[in-house]
């Protein structure tokens, strides 16, 4: 089946650098990725749909400025935590639809950012 | 996207079937039924989706009653390794998935 791999998959960073997280499909192209985010023992929040070669929209209560997403091809989203502070530390997880398929969505691994 | 609803946690024998319900009265015509599960610390995994016939993979069966208000997931033979969150979510199959707060399904040996 189609396969969405997120690297890296746990991350430790100092309060106030940037970190980035990418997302890649790896037999598929994805013109639209998403990303969620999960905090310990809640389920998933979507953060933000991640459109290849245009802006990516925001959820409500999403900073675009701090989490700045770039769909730079049909098999790459990135997604930079910024400034990062410890209430940012969380399970960052991105997900893309195999259109050309089933249609699924697949997840990847997720991502584990502490920050300290 | 319709809204649905879950049991908090259930529990199941080794070997037995584990029978999951969802309800999802307000589905629309167009929506499908998605059921994924996330086992702790990985993203979630793709199980099986229906629009209104039964179906059935390698993981799992998806029965869907026939006024699609409500469906059932089926793991026809549970083992330990199937102990995870199960979410089932309605949805058109365009737009990003709402997960909520999903069944967690506890295998006991």
């Known amino acids: 089946g189609a396969v969405v791999s997120q690297h890296p998959s746990r991350v430790i960073c100092k309060s106030g650098t940037s970190v980035k997280i990418e997302c890649r499909s790896l037999d598929f192209q994805a013109t639209t990725m998403f990303w969620y985010r999960q905090f310990p023992k809640q389920s998933l929040m979507l953060m933000a749909t991640?459109?290849?070669?245009?802006?990516?929209?925001?959820e409500q209560g999403v900073e675009k400025d701090k989490f700045l997403i770039n769909h730079a091809s049909l098999t790459l989203s990135t997604l930079t935590v910024t400034s990062a502070h410890p209430e940012d530390s969380s399970f960052y997880i991105c997900?893309?639809?195999?259109?050309?398929?089933?249609?699924?969505?697949?997840f990847g691994e997720g991502s584990r950012l502490t920050v300290l | 996207d319709a809204k649905t609803t879950q049991p908090p946690s259930m529990d199941c024998a080794e070997g037995r079937a584990a029978n999951l319900p969802c309800n999802h009265s307000t589905i629309s015509g167009n929506e499908y039924v998605y059921w994924y599960r996330q086992i702790h610390s990985q993203g979630p995994q793709y199980i099986i989706h229906g629009l209104k016939n039964n179906e059935t993979n390698e993981m799992a069966s998806l029965i869907i009653t026939e006024d699609r208000k409500s469906s059932t997931l089926i793991l026809p033979h549970a083992t330990l390794r199937d102990t995870a969150v199960y979410y089932c979510i309605v949805g058109t199959g365009r737009r990003a998935l709402t997960f909520g707060s999903g069944t967690r399904l506890q295998v006991q040996p």
């Open positions: 991640s459109n290849e070669g245009s802006k990516a929209t925001y």
């Open positions: 997900s893309a639809r195999d259109y050309g398929n089933t249609g699924e969505l697949f």
